[in-house]
């Protein structure tokens, strides 16, 4: 299997620059795994994509992608994935890019993909297009004019903190299946909310950056038919929670008319207990 790990791939930050420029170009390979690079300054950081008739099934994960700050440079994307492709395009961290993540043809699986914009402009975190069957789920998108864009595309869109954004979702003729995420404005689905998502801190020099507080309702919000590595229902986002300990039974359980009390050995350093019901 050929991997394309831990490389760092810059360009001159002149205004002058060749228009074009990809730092990262793969095209008709059936299978490679692109991780932890670091790519900064190139109109397209990552690009892959397959004209082929065998589909391509990447992997591209760990990766950072930015571009320059200028505002100059428009049209900037951090990851294109174009054609016969699906496979997984998951951890990475985009920022400063017009365009996070563009999908045209192509069906791969996006989640756990934190993308972010320190100045909003006219931007677009996830961009899709002509895709069927297109999975989008447990991302962090935050400060884009829109969170995804859908033009003629079926997916599923789960699991996602859509926040500080103009709009969250803009679909057209497409077929669109929106639950259990966080998106400002609100958008028609099962189990979406309208919350602050209270994130730790916005600040990315921060390294719980667009982390979780404690007291976020994002926590165990996600699709109950998926937990997370913790054991809990999911939380909806790219950086879950983590609740370090679970009580499997309690210590004492005492039925008093139409209350029950209960009591446990405590757990040092727990912020908070999280008591579950079954039927």
């Not at 890019?97 to 563009?102: E, F, G, R, T, Y």
């Not at 069906?107 to 931007?123: D, Q, R």
């Not at 297009?129 to 997916?155: C, K, P, R, W």
């Not at 299946?177 to 609100?186: P, Q, R």
Request: proline share 3%; charged share 15%; aromatic share 8%.
């Amino acid at each position: 299997t050929p991997t394309l790990t831990n490389n760092r791939v810059l360009t001159s930050p002149q205004r002058t620059r060749e228009e074009g420029q990809k730092g990262i170009w793969i095209q008709n390979i059936k299978y490679i795994e692109v991780d932890s690079n670091f790519v900064n300054g190139y109109e397209t950081g990552i690009e892959f994509g397959n004209d082929e008739a065998d589909t391509s099934t990447p992997t591209l994960t760990n990766n950072r992608v930015l571009n320059s700050p200028q505002r100059t440079r428009n049209g900037n994307v951090g990851i294109r994935i174009l054609g016969n492709v699906a496979g997984e395009t998951h951890s990475n961290e985009i920022t400063a890019c017009d365009s996070a993540i563009v999908i045209s043809e192509a069906v791969p699986k996006i989640y756990e993909n934190l993308l972010y914009l320190e100045n909003m402009g006219s931007s677009v975190a996830i961009s899709a297009e002509n895709a069927s069957g297109l999975n989008v789920f447990d991302n962090t998108i935050y400060n884009y004019n829109t969170g995804f864009v859908a033009q003629n595309t079926v997916a599923d869109f789960t699991n996602n903190i859509v926040w500080h954004v103009t709009n969250g979702i803009d679909e057209t003729g497409s077929v669109l299946t929106v639950n259990y995420n966080n998106i400002l404005g609100g958008y028609t689905g099962l189990n979406n909310i309208n919350v602050d998502p209270q994130f730790t801190s916005v600040d990315s020099a921060d390294v719980d950056f667009l982390h979780l507080n404690w007291t976020s309702e994002c926590i165990d919000a996600g699709d109950p038919s998926t937990i997370d590595e913790d054991g809990t229902i999911s939380d909806v986002g790219a950086n879950s929670f983590t609740q370090l300990a679970t009580l499997s039974t309690p210590n004492i359980a005492i039925a008093l008319s139409t209350t029950i009390q209960l009591s446990w050995n405590e757990i040092p350093g727990a912020i908070r207990y999280n008591i579950y019901k079954s039927t």
